[in-house]
């Protein structure tokens, strides 16, 4: 079965500083892998996807996330983090063709200081 | 990029009664849907997965005949909660695919309070 772990349910980082959330993966085959951001009483917004090719995927906003497949790892980082990146972030994957459903982690909360 | 709406945004609606809620992709045709229920900082669950012109799979825990789902046309999906009750106040997520694509479009949200 798929899943997703996300194994911090908040991260907080001053401004200006380096962030990375984490994201793990359990897939049979190979694995679609996606990052949203959700602000409150709000829908997802797309961040970036890995489907194949370069490990490195960059995205909105500065975003940028790696995909490790020997440590199943997909997790989202950004070189300077802004207040304004606080928010509620989900990884989820998919195997095989359009069609089948997200599976979401459970979200990680961040949390950027001034 | 592509769009997707909901309507109502938000509904507020007595025990017992049925709530209709739509779900449109705006500019693409959308061969898949999927209902997501989110509770308070908790992750999006899948309810179920409709494609057009089909019965609607819905996961398991989720009863069908309280949830109903309709996906007539490749623009539109509709989810209706019958008999409402308090438990089923939650925010409701849409999400859309076209044919080949591998990304899915979400929709706002819909929040449903049943009072």
């Known amino acids: 079965a798929q899943s997703v772990a996300q194994p911090e349910d908040q991260v907080n980082v001053a401004e200006g500083n380096p962030l990375t959330v984490k994201c793990t993966y359990s897939?049979?085959?190979?694995?679609?892998l996606f990052w949203y951001v959700q602000y409150p009483n709000r829908g997802l917004q797309f961040l970036l996807k890995?489907?194949?090719?370069?490990?490195l995927v960059k995205g909105s906003y500065g975003f940028e996330a790696e995909f490790n497949k020997s440590q199943t790892s997909f997790h989202l980082k950004k070189p300077s983090a802004l207040v304004s990146d606080s928010a509620l972030y989900f990884c989820a994957v998919r195997v095989n063709q359009a069609g089948t459903a997200l599976i979401f982690g459970k979200g990680t909360t961040l949390s950027v200081s001034s | 990029g592509a769009v997707v709406s909901q309507h109502p945004s938000w509904v507020i609606c007595k025990s017992g009664t049925s709530v209709k809620i739509e779900c449109r992709s705006l500019?693409?045709?959308?061969?898949?849907m999927f209902w997501y229920r989110q509770f308070p900082k908790q992750s999006l669950m899948l309810m179920a997965t409709?494609?057009?012109?089909?019965?609607?799979?819905?996961e398991q825990g989720v009863e069908k005949d309280k949830f109903l789902i309709n996906h007539a046309s490749l623009t539109l999906s509709t989810l209706t909660v019958t008999s409402a009750h308090p438990e089923d106040s939650s925010f409701y997520i849409c999400?859309?695919?076209?044919?080949?694509?591998?990304?899915?479009?979400f929709g706002p949200g819909t929040r449903l309070t049943v009072l």
């Open positions: 500019d693409f045709q959308a061969t898949t």
């Open positions: 890995y489907i194949t090719g370069d490990n």
């Open positions: 897939v049979s085959g190979n694995p679609y």
């Open positions: 409709s494609n057009e012109g089909s019965k609607a799979t819905y």
């Open positions: 999400s859309a695919s076209g044919l080949a694509s591998f990304g899915q479009f």
